[in-house]
């Protein structure tokens, strides 16, 4: 759906393919694909990335947390945010991991609350959960990419 770059949170939609990946998808058949490929993007403009696109009266424009503004090609597109969670969810949406809950992640809950932990994974977590499932990236990878994520949270 967009080009690779080098930067995790910002990235140039190819609007020739997003736009036919978007158009080729029935609403109603394929509404949660398409609440994804919208969700996905809601969270990489909400963590300080950015995106270009074609807008629906035909112009090139790019959106960020700023809002909406012409493209300009002249301008260097703004770098991307050093963020965790926006790794986290980049990897997982490349690789088509959903943060599902399985009856195990509910169990182990449930037993670090017989513990006397409340403990409740968000949804980033159960992103993280899933790459590892999924072997996506490796143990040690992503045991650092989920304490910097937890850094993140409690210190912003």
């Known amino acids: 759906m967009a080009t690779r770059s080098k930067s995790h949170g910002n990235v140039l939609v190819d609007p020739a393919e997003y736009a036919s990946k978007l158009e080729a998808l029935d609403g109603e058949q394929h ?41 300009n090609p002249d301008v260097p597109f703004p770098p991307s945010p050093d963020s965790a969670e926006l790794t986290i969810r980049e990897l997982a949406f490349q690789h088509g991991v959903h943060p599902d809950r399985s009856e195990l992640d509910d169990w182990c809950e449930s037993v670090t609350a017989n513990a006397g932990d409340d403990i409740q ?36």
């Open 31 to 71: 509404s949660s694909e398409i609440q994804r490929i919208e969700a996905h993007l809601a969270h990489r403009i909400r963590l300080g990335g950015a995106i270009t696109y074609i807008d629906e009266d035909g112009r090139h424009v790019i959106e960020d947390k700023h809002g909406i503004r012409p493209f």
């Open 121 to 156: 994974s968000d949804e980033v977590e159960q992103l993280v959960i899933g790459l590892r499932r999924d072997r996506t990236i490796n143990g040690a990878e992503l045991t650092r990419l989920h304490a910097r994520y937890l850094e993140e949270q409690f210190d912003p």
